[in-house]
């Protein structure tokens, strides 16, 4: 889990803002079963990179009771409505919002930086596959992932235990291959 690397308490606001609309956003499609609907961005001024469009992983459910228990805190009355008392020394404030991001992110399977989070890659796609497969048919090809993303992160793993005649495997192709 990053810890939230902003030391002004105005980044740290806008932190809070994206992080819990995001985390609104998609509690409100998971629990009314629309979880295949894309969320909404947030502003892009307040991110370092670009997001890929916001669609939920369903083999991400595990952290759905996570994000809300973290919605919990941050909408309490500590903080909601608080936004100009913000602090980055509130240790359980950044705690709670390292933790939402991590699980936005998981959740989301991109990466959520900030603008001042300069130690931090950009916000993007983070891609982990694992394939195998026992036998590829002759004259086919397996690709572990195609089309967009930054090609940062992307970790592909393909094994498989005979190769026919003709075929190919390949990790990842960008989409304009």
Same mark, same amino acid.
């Given at each position: 889990?990053?810890? #939230? ?13 994206v992080l ?9 499609r998971w ?11 947030? !502003? ?22 996570? /994000? ?41 399977g991109q990466?959520?930086?900030? $603008? ?11 891609? $982990?596959? $694992?394939?195998?497969?026992? !036998? ?16 940062? !992160? /992307? ?7 005979? #190769?026919?005649?003709?075929?190919? #495997?390949?990790?990842?192709? $960008?989409?304009?291959?």
């Amino acid at each position: 889990m990053d810890p #939230i690397a902003l030391f002004a308490a105005p980044a740290v606001g806008v932190a809070y803002n994206v992080l819990v609309d995001l985390a609104r956003g998609a509690l409100a499609r998971w629990y009314s079963g629309r979880a295949d609907e894309t969320v909404p961005a947030p !502003d892009r001024a307040a991110l370092r990179g670009t997001l890929e469009p916001l669609r939920m992983d369903p083999a991400a459910s595990t952290f759905v009771p996570a /994000i809300a228990g973290d919605l919990d805190v941050l909408v309490s009355e500590r903080y909601e409505g608080s936004l100009q008392y913000l602090s980055p020394d509130d240790a359980l404030l950044m705690e709670a919002l390292a933790r939402l991001r991590a699980n936005l992110e998981a959740l989301f399977g991109q990466r959520i930086t900030f $603008r001042g989070e300069d130690a931090r890659s950009e916000s993007g796609a983070r891609v $982990r596959i $694992r394939l195998d497969v026992a !036998d590829i048919d002759e004259n086919s090809e397996v690709t572990g992932m195609s089309g967009g993303g930054s090609g940062e !992160d /992307i970790n592909v793993h393909l094994r498989a235990r005979n #190769i026919n005649g003709g075929s190919k #495997i390949v990790g990842y192709k $960008r989409g304009d291959e």
